[in-house]
């Protein structure tokens, strides 16, 4: 039996026995069969001593139940470490940041409590997945959408914790600020409401999300300080009608303005979907494409094109884009969805290629305005969670393909926030490249475009191989490593990253003597003194443990 | 796999670097070939019985072996289908009926489709109760390991034809009753190879089979 750091045997097997009289003994998991499952498919060290493992996994059905476990947790001072569907892969997985942990397992709390159609809210428990309220919604034929990521397997609760996005409307792909209302059992075993749901009598807990005085709910995004058990979230009316159309732009420099022109678009609420970025020239697909770009009819690039690509410094040269303008393929592809009455859609789309006919060359490809519900032909032509689908199809992304006979065994994802403009684009993408050229790592890309998850700033996300050479694994984080410093270095943090560079991340927002940082520490030295609640989550230990900080 | 091709596997329309993998997999094939574990022909009516207690064979029509073992399986009654969409395969079909009912669902499959399914059995209270993992060799000669019930496939008695017989086995099963508990699977980076086939069974696990149905 594994033993959590610090915890003598007599202790772990008598609080072992005190979960079981709790969740039932077939609720607590100390074999490694068992426990295998919680481990990080992905784990940057992965097979290494460095990796993750659990020491048990405890499985509570009930918020008392968690409660009753947190007790005894705090009696025994074990570790913790809660996970919803585990499904954080690339960042992650179901493992504890803190080896030695035992995972609370909150998939059985599975219940959606509350779903209105006229005020378009759901209130669920952890164990809910995008694909059990898809379901849920469909047998009920309710009129309703749920954003969803991709891939859509996980839980809305710790994706939204997580800080995880979709495709739809801004404040809804945003999935912690479509959020309303949560429920959390403290490290003490308390359970706080917050909100309006701290009304014993309340009316609106998933209508309002602010409550009385300070709005604590983003003390538990990306935190340690309480186990989440319910939240509330804001669901999509079925629109009327969906328009998507592409604009493509002739010439390396026109990202600059359009960058500029889709903000004032956005901003201005002209559309409302999330813009997707390509490059025909540069062989890069736009997120909807790639699907059909890995498993279709093997992609073909001519050999003159492939050889200017080849020698194309950080996605340019002169002799490229005159190649481009030759054969008319677009140096950048965005596409624009707006969600809407169909008359108000192709209005939208209209002024939107009226404003971006200030650059010259661009061209425009008008898209069929889809009438909700979706038939099944238009589903298989379209990108699901665009239309509030979950989908597994972006496992192939992964999967071997023609263009991807040799597959990696997992990946890390890298995902640093960059500002809105185009100069970034350009800027980010030196830094990256020359990053990996200096390592003598390959990116699996020609250019890194942007994606637009959320409103005001692009976040850049791609993944580093981890594949069955620990060697290799090493190098990738050396790379990673690196990144994290020169990214900071030009004013760009990730927004998220696997436990196992928590630490490094957390490193480089060091304001004022890292003041954010202690200020987080006060609060989790406060509300979980025995540090039992997911030590180093973000960066954030407890204090008999902040020494070992890395 | 990355040929897609092998003894009796062949493509209608076959690259050139297919042609050649095949050739040299034709010539790489073990000589010692061991006789298959499940004699040919005799067993279909048992085989009838043990193909009704999966509620699917999936297998992946893109590559040859895997097809062929789902071929095989079909030949013998097994509800065997192309995983083609694995969404829809999820959502529509087997998160339904798992909820409301045990039943095992067997594949040959990449380590892809498997990880995804596995994960999302897991909460269902299924696990991975039988595996066999096909490693190919860079001289593409297959070795093949076993997690499970032992007594359901010797993997030393796999031979040239192994994905067939794999079929056979399986459906045709040990004549030991339903599935026991095995130790458990990941699909890990460590486990995974470069051209990997995984054959395997996803059933509730012992006494345990139905926890988590509910939440």
């Not at chain 1, 519900?373 to 192939?396: C, D, M, W, Y």
């Not at chain 2, 499940?38 to 072996?65: C, N, T, W």
């Amino acid at each position: 039996m594994r033993v959590p750091p610090n915890v003598s045997v007599s202790d772990f097997t008598a609080a072992i026995k005190e979960f079981q009289s709790v969740v039932g003994s077939d609720w607590v998991f100390t074999s490694d069969a068992d426990l295998n499952v919680y481990r990080d498919a992905y784990s940057p060290y992965l097979g290494e001593p460095e990796e993750r493992i659990a020491s048990a996994a405890v499985a509570p059905n009930t918020t008392e139940q968690v409660q009753s476990v947190v007790r005894i947790a705090n009696k025994y001072h074990i570790p913790i470490y809660p996970i919803s569907t585990g499904k954080n892969l690339g960042y992650g997985g179901s493992a504890p940041g803190y080896s030695g942990s035992v995972v609370l397992d909150l998939k059985r709390m599975n219940r959606i409590l509350e779903i209105s159609e006229r005020n378009a809210y759901v209130l669920v428990e952890p164990g809910v997945s995008y694909f059990d309220l898809y379901r849920h919604i469909q047998e009920r034929g309710l009129k309703l959408w749920v954003d969803v990521p991709d891939p859509g397997w996980g839980s809305l609760i710790g994706n939204a914790l997580e800080h995880g996005s979709g495709y739809t409307l801004p404040h809804l792909r945003n999935h912690f600020e479509a959020h309303c209302g949560m429920e959390v059992v403290l490290a003490n075993g308390e359970v706080m409401r917050t909100g309006m749901g701290a009304l014993p009598a309340a009316q609106t807990w998933q209508q309002y999300k602010s409550g009385y005085g300070p709005w604590v709910d983003g003390l538990f995004l990306q935190s340690n300080f309480g186990v989440v058990t319910k939240m509330g979230f804001w669901l999509m009316p079925e629109p009327d009608a969906v328009l998507k159309g592409q604009i493509q732009l002739p010439r390396y420099k026109d990202l600059v303005e359009f960058v500029d022109i889709l903000n004032y678009l956005e901003n201005s609420g002209v559309y409302n979907g999330t813009p997707d970025f390509g490059s025909p020239l540069l062989f890069m697909p736009q997120i909807a494409q790639w699907p059909e770009f890995i498993e279709g009819a093997a992609p073909t690039l001519d050999p003159g094109h492939a050889a200017l690509l080849q020698k194309a410094e950080f996605g340019y040269s002169p002799e490229l884009e005159a190649y481009g303008l030759k054969h008319n393929i677009p140096y950048w592809r965005c596409s624009l969805t707006f969600y809407g009455p169909a008359k108000a859609v192709l209005a939208q789309w209209e002024f939107a290629k009226e404003k971006c006919r200030a650059i010259a060359g661009v061209t425009f490809e008008d898209g069929e305005v889809v009438r909700p519900p979706l038939t099944a032909e238009q589903r298989k032509q379209i990108h699901l969670p665009e239309f509030g689908i979950p989908s597994l199809n972006n496992f192939v992304f992964g999967a071997r393909s023609k263009l991807n006979p040799h597959p990696a065994h997992g990946h890390m994802w890298f995902s640093p926030i960059i500002p809105r403009t185009g100069e970034a684009i350009y800027t980010a993408n030196k830094v990256f490249m020359q990053t990996a050229k200096e390592f003598d790592i390959p990116l699996q890309f020609s250019f890194m475009m942007p994606t637009c998850y959320w409103e005001r700033a692009f976040v850049c996300i791609f993944g580093f191989s981890i594949t069955e050479d620990a060697a290799s694994n090493k190098k990738h984080r050396e790379l990673f490593r690196e990144l994290i410093k020169r990214c900071a270095a030009h004013g760009w943090g990730e927004y998220r990253t696997s436990t196992v560079f928590q630490d490094d991340v957390a490193q480089e927002y060091s304001f004022n003597n890292y003041v954010l940082r202690r200020f987080s520490e006060s609060i989790k030295d406060a509300v979980d003194p025995n540090g039992i609640l997911s030590p180093g989550r973000y960066g954030i230990w407890p204090k008999h443990l902040r020494d070992g900080r890395k | 796999m990355a040929a897609d091709s092998g003894p009796g596997y062949s493509e209608t329309l076959l690259s050139r670097r297919e042609v050649v993998v095949f050739g040299l997999a034709s010539l790489l094939a073990p000589v010692a070939l061991r006789s298959a574990a499940i004699p040919d022909g005799a067993s279909l009516p048992a085989a009838s019985q043990r193909a009704a207690m999966f509620h699917k064979i999936v297998y992946d029509e893109r590559d040859a072996y895997s097809r062929a073992f789902g071929l095989e399986a079909l030949a013998l009654g097994g509800a065997a289908e192309p995983v083609r969409d694995l969404t829809s395969l999820w959502l529509d079909e087997l998160a339904p009926m798992w909820r409301e009912n045990d039943f095992a669902v067997a594949g040959m499959t990449r380590p892809d489709v498997l990880f995804c399914l596995e994960q999302m059995a897991w909460p269902l209270g299924r696990r991975v109760v039988f595996r066999v993992d096909h490693h190919e060799s860079a001289s593409h000669e297959f070795e093949h390991r076993t997690t499970g019930p032992q007594s359901w496939i010797d993997p030393g008695s796999l031979g040239r034809d192994w994905p067939r017989e794999l079929a056979r086995a399986l459906l045709r099963g040990p004549g030991s009753g339903p599935v026991r508990s095995a130790s458990n699977s990941m699909v890990t980076a460590a486990t995974l190879h470069r051209n990997t086939l995984i054959s395997w069974v996803i059933a509730g696990r012992d006494a345990r089979s139905t926890r988590g149905s509910a939440g």
